[in-house]
């Protein structure tokens, strides 16, 4: 299913290269120096162009992250909080399957521009909801667009970079976060405070137009078409897709089985898990939940890091508006510095100097995650400076971006050209999934605590409700998923193969 062996470039049709014959696509108009970046004239529209994508991306994740809490509360359903997060996750994983196939047989063109599509159409819907339920169906809609879309670039990657400039590209999609994490919750939490929570939701369509008319030529010109003739002749795989089906129902039945908390929830939470299981074990490749060397472990690690982060914090500008006073604004700015120090570990190993040292610093990068998601929770004391949460997560956020970007690098060294698409939705579904059901954990558990009575309390005040109640609520997210985070250390140490 998947190559596990590494793939020197040379060997590695290069589109960029003017590679002619029956397997390779088609060539760019202009072959590129040796010593070309991802800036040289070669790769310039291109890189500016996907970048782009990244960046429209970014500011969504960190605008609707400041926004949720209002809405949420607005639309009275504070305990579905997590589920509006999660259910964006739950679509993405059939989309990230859909996507690594239509890539493999007609180039990351379609898939690319169809998830931009949906992303905006997702973002409208919920901007325009006048319910919980409806506001959550846009978020799917939207995981949708983005599972199309994440699959798609890499595929994107693989074709038009050869393997010695990744490490840069993927270094320039963790930079393309930096200004959204600083302007994102400020924008956003403005527009909240002074026009209302639908207009951070429905504005950002507008950003579409940017990516759309940068990145849609370049790709066209340096990475459409399949990499294999005889694979685009070849119908989609059936299977695959009911099992890519069948994760996001399962995903999506103990989600809704999480939220209850009641015994009748069981049924669902059974049908889920008998749902989820085998698709796992058919849509990853073998060995990934024992964490195998090579590719398996990367795989794994990817979901590891990703869900025990990303679960932790959806819930840090809530936490931070109930529990400490601030407002949406101040909140969302808390994570500001994340952006930058994410950014700044992506930067250490895009060094081809530390190229040798990748698997170590990338346990190092899960012990700085891990420790974040332990210390977070020291802001529920009010003696603590809500500030050393910022500090905090900046140093979680560092080590994440080594942590993130090297697993994008190594999926790539140890992927065929052929197999770029189903081993990038292979780490998208790892991604996506843990991020399903961390979430859905740290939701029931937040619930089961009280979490969910923090909107009525909170409703109507004015810095978004401070009652200083229920922290063990939120302590029953952080913890577990720094137990979660340092299980990610072990992992880390199984990214090499052996010789």
Sequence with gaps: MSALEPRDADVTPDPVAGVTGPTAVPAARTAPAPSE????????????????????IAFEATAVGTAMPVAARELHGIPLYAFAFSAYFTTSLFAMVLSGQWADRSGPLAPLASGIGAFGAGLLLSGTAGGMWMFILGRAVQGIGGGL????????????????????IMAAFSAAWIVPSVVGPLAAGTVTEHLGWRWVFVGIP????????????????????PADTAAAAEPFDRRRLRLALGISLG?????????????????????????????????????????????????????VAAGSFIAAESFVPLMLVTQRGLSPTMAGLSLAAGGLTWALGSYVLARPRLERHRESLMTGG??????????????????????????????????????????????????????????????????????????????????????????AAAHGTAAGGATGAHPGAFAAVFLPMAAVALAGVWVATRVRTKA
């Excluded at 970046?37 to 429209?56: C, E, F, K, N």
Aim: proline content about 6%; glycine content about 12%.
């Design 251 to 303: 995903a999506g039945l103990l989600q809704y089985a999480g939220q209850e908390l009641r015994w009748l929830s069981l049924l669902p939470a059974a049908v889920g898990a008998a749902l989820l299981v085998p698709a796992v074990l058919g849509l990853l490749p073998p060995g990934t939940v024992r964490a195998a060397r090579g590719l398996p472990a990367v795989i794994l690690l990817r979901g």
């Design 37 to 56: 970046g991802v800036l040289g004239p070669t790769y310039r529209a291109l890189s500016v162009g996907i970048v782009s994508v990244v960046l429209l």
């Design 366 to 455: 899960m012990v700085l995650v891990a420790l974040a998601l332990v210390a977070a929770p020291a802001v529920l004391v009010e003696a603590v400076p809500v500030w050393t949460l910022a500090a905090v997560w900046g140093v979680g956020c560092f080590g994440m971006g080594m942590v993130i970007a090297s697993t994008s690098v190594l999926l790539l060294k140890l992927s065929a050209p052929e197999e770029a698409g189903g081993n990038s939705a292979a780490l998208q579904i790892s991604d996506g999934l843990a991020n399903v059901l961390l979430l859905t954990g740290s939701g029931a558990a937040f619930a089961a605590l009280g979490g969910g009575t923090l909107g």
């Design 206 to 225: 507008v950003l579409i137009l940017l990516p759309l008319g940068l990145a849609l030529p370049a790709i066209r010109r340096m990475a459409s078409g």
């Design 149 to 168: 879309v994440i699959v798609a670039l890499y595929v994107v990657i693989s074709r038009a970079y050869p393997e010695r400039i990744r490490p840069a």
